[in-house]
Structures are given as structure tokens and as C-alpha cells.
């Protein structure tokens, strides 16, 4: 039951998104291997992209599927994949086996590995690493430089301002995020 809220909690922020900022936006991406895709790789996607190997954007707001899944700018909606890559900022759910956002993550990530520069809502992976988290981090390892949340896992670190700067099974902070 909260997945199918978190799944309507992520349709009502793409139903929400703001247009992306590319030369083109299109409806639906179809990718074997960047650039052997419909649209380049310099235009924005505003609904579906499926990439059987590796789809590259600018940005996607909707629904993205594939082996690698690559945003340079910002992505917005649900992500599902082997390995999902935003250069920019991410908003919604990120699904993959290896999870990358370069910029602000908001959202809840699910992998083997996850990580984000600065985070806020919920890291869910077998590692999870960011600079700056704000939330909920559940993995075997949980790494955090700043964190305003707890951290629940085997190895628990928070390198500024935690309650332990290495703890296991449960670490917490109220940090300056």
C-alpha cells in the first residue's frame, strides 16, 4: 500500500513538472545506444524514454526505463533501470542497481547503491553515500558527511555533527542542512 502512495506521490509531481529547459522537448524517447536514438541528445523528454542500452537527455519529466538511463540537466518522475545517471538535479523515484544525482536529490532512492551530493527523503540501498542528507538512510553501509535524519544499517557514519561519528545499526544528527 505506500508503494502504490509513493508511485501517485511521483505521477503528481510529474504532472506538476516544469518544462525542461533544452532546444526541443518531445513526448517519448525511444534509445538503443546515444546517439542511435529518435531525438538527440541535446533535446528534453516530457513523458516516456525507453533506452534498451543507453538513452542520454538533457532532461526527462514522466517515466524512464532502461539498461543506463542519463540526464545531463535536471530529472523529474520515475526512473527505473541498471543504472540511472542525472548530471543535475533529481526529483521523484530512482529505482536502479547504481543510482547517481550530481546535484539535489529529493525523493527515494532504491539500489545496490545510491548516492547524491546533497539528499532529502529516503536512501534505501545496500550503500548509500551523500555529502548533505536530510532523512532516512536504510542500508548495510550509510555514509554521510551532514545529516539531518537518522541512519539505520550494519555501519553507520555521519563525518560532522552526528551522534557517533561511526555507529552500528542505528546513527542520528540533527544537522545544519
Known amino acids: 500500500m505506500k508503494r502504490l502512495g509513493i508511485i501517485w506521490g511521483c505521477l503528481a509531481i510529474i504532472g506538476h513538472a516544469e518544462p525542461a529547459y533544452a ?3 518531445h513526448p517519448v524517447q525511444l534509445a ?13 523528454i516530457r ?3 525507453f533506452s534498451l542500452l543507453y538513452g542520454k537527455n538533457t532532461a526527462v519529466s514522466g517515466f524512464d526505463l532502461g539498461l543506463v538511463n542519463h540526464t545531463t540537466d535536471a530529472f523529474r518522475g520515475v526512473q ?3 543504472v540511472g545517471v542525472s548530471n543535475g538535479d533529481f526529483t521523484g523515484w ?10 539535489a536529490f529529493e525523493g527515494l532512492q532504491i539500489g545496490v547503491v545510491s548516492t547524491a551530493e546533497t539528499g532529502r527523503g529516503v536512501q534505501w540501498s545496500g550503500v548509500n553515500h ?3 542528507f536530510r532523512g532516512l538512510q536504510v542500508a548495510v553501509v550509510n555514509y554521510a558527511r551532514q545529516l539531518d535524519g537518522v541512519q539505520i544499517g550494519l555501519i553507520n557514519i555521519i563525518r560532522e555533527g552526528g551522534m557517533f561519528p561511526v555507529f552500528p545499526i542505528v546513527n542520528w544528527s540533527r544537522g545544519a542542512n
Open 130 to 132: 551523500s555529502r548533505n
Open 94 to 103: 530512482q529505482n536502479n542497481w547504481v543510482n547517481v544525482v550530481q546535484g
Open 80 to 82: 527505473f533501470g541498471g
Open 47 to 49: 513523458g516516456v524514454r
Open 32 to 44: 538503443l545506444l546515444n546517439p542511435v536514438q529518435l531525438f538527440s541528445d541535446t533535446d528534453a
Open 23 to 25: 532546444q526541443s522537448e
